[in-house]
């Protein structure tokens, strides 16, 4: 039995150990009205953890306000509850450590897992893993949420998370990191 490979590109060409200088027919655009990339390193003297509640605390990490988009890390320290909410936007997450699931869903995210959310879906985060979770979350558009009786409690967006790490930032004597604001 002969294998085939597949058509087209499988790897990207290239034992060159260098930059490449690639032609750019806008360049000159891209360099008036373009960004860089961004870098935030893993110490928290460029990114604290900020504590969310009781028992999880929140490493900000990217904050753009002109789409609403902001990303972190959550992180619950232990078994608990992160309250019901309703997303307004897109949210894009990774399970880094330990566990966390909906309590809406019958799936239970681990290290790895992939999480997308839909604008518009209510649900109850928890984690039952005896060393809480580390989520990745990349997040668009705001939050809204509710206590246990499902009345509307806050609205949180980009503009609650960046007072979020600035006041923490400003309370505990700490830089406000300008690497975080894209």
């Known amino acids: 039995m002969t294998i085939q490979k597949p058509a087209g590109l499988t790897a990207p060409p290239s034992s060159a150990y260098r930059i490449v200088d690639v032609p750019e027919t806008y360049a000159e655009v891209i360099a008036k009205h373009g960004m860089h990339g961004t870098h935030i390193g893993m110490s928290e003297e460029e990114s604290p953890w900020v504590p969310f509640g009781d028992n999880a605390a929140i490493r900000h990490l990217a904050f753009d306000v002109r789409q609403n988009l902001y990303s972190n890390i959550l992180w619950i320290k232990g078994p608990g509850v992160i309250g019901t909410h309703k997303h307004r936007g897109v949210v894009v997450m990774i399970c880094l450590e330990g566990g966390a699931r909906y309590l809406e869903y019958d799936w239970v995210a681990g290290p790895g897992s992939f999480m997308y959310e839909p604008p518009g879906l209510t649900h109850t985060l928890v984690s039952d893993h005896p060393q809480g979770t580390k989520l990745f979350g990349w997040m668009q558009g705001p939050i809204e949420f509710y206590d246990e009786n499902g009345q509307f409690i806050e609205t949180i967006d980009v503009w609650w998370f960046i007072n979020h790490y600035e006041s923490y930032c400003?309370?505990?004597?700490?830089?406000?990191?300008?690497k975080l604001y894209l």
């Open 170 to 178: 400003k309370a505990n004597g700490l830089p406000i990191n300008p």
